[in-house]
């Protein structure tokens, strides 16, 4: 996960981002640092993964307005806020916000990994999930419209008899296109097509 995820770092105080940067690239991450909220924003290129660590209180954006900005452009960042003059009332509005964790300078090393690694975590198996349902989308795309109506009856528990019935077509045309269907969809058996339906949102769980 290291490898491929950068580590944003945004404090106003210069040995903040030194000593953040050097621990953080002792544990493996790459690491960017910012003097503000503001430049890293202006600077933010599309599609980057990673985690940002940023002071609560800064100068212009603060780490809270921060998570705030980031949730309207809709990007996906996770962000573990720290600061030096923590109490109960900014950890909750930091989490409402959306923000990921809150640490309490002195921050202790291991407490921020463990943190990021957690966001990674998260992080990574958003993106997996979401691959897999482009995917599953795709798969969904490729079927006939005759194809599509069978595969709503099929997961809303409709036997082939009970779908050659209402179709007005035979069982065996019906059994046909249950296995096409199923090829299709990569789904080796009906109780894998209920779930794909229900990802796909044309069942409810």
Do not use: C, W
Not at 53 to 82: F, H, Q, S, Y
Not at 104 to 127: C, G, H, M, S, Y
Not at 174 to 201: F, H, N, P, W
């Amino acid at each position: 996960m290291t490898r491929t995820a950068t580590i944003f770092v945004i404090d106003d105080q210069e040995s903040v981002r030194h000593s953040l940067g050097e621990m953080l690239g002792v544990f493996g991450f790459a690491v960017e640092t910012f003097a503000s909220a503001d430049d890293f924003l202006a600077t933010l290129e599309p599609g980057r993964i990673g985690v940002i660590v940023a002071d609560v209180k800064m100068p212009g954006t603060d780490g809270i307005a921060l998570v705030r900005e980031l949730a309207r452009r809709a990007i996906r960042l996770p962000v573990v806020l720290i600061s030096g003059h923590a109490d109960v009332a900014m950890a909750v509005a930091a989490i409402k916000a959306g923000a990921d964790d809150f640490i309490e300078k002195p921050i202790d090393d291991t407490a921020l990994v463990a943190a990021i690694n957690r966001a990674l975590a998260r992080t990574f198996e958003e993106f997996a999930a979401q691959r897999a349902k482009e995917s599953l989308a795709v798969r969904f795309g490729r079927l006939t419209p005759r194809q599509v109506e069978i595969f709503d009856l099929v997961v809303e528990g409709y036997t082939s008899h009970a779908i050659a019935a209402k179709l007005a077509i035979s069982t065996r045309t019906v059994e046909s296109y249950r296995a096409e269907i199923m090829d299709k969809m990569e789904a080796e058996s009906v109780a894998v097509l209920v779930r794909q339906a229900i990802r796909l949102g044309r069942l409810a769980p």
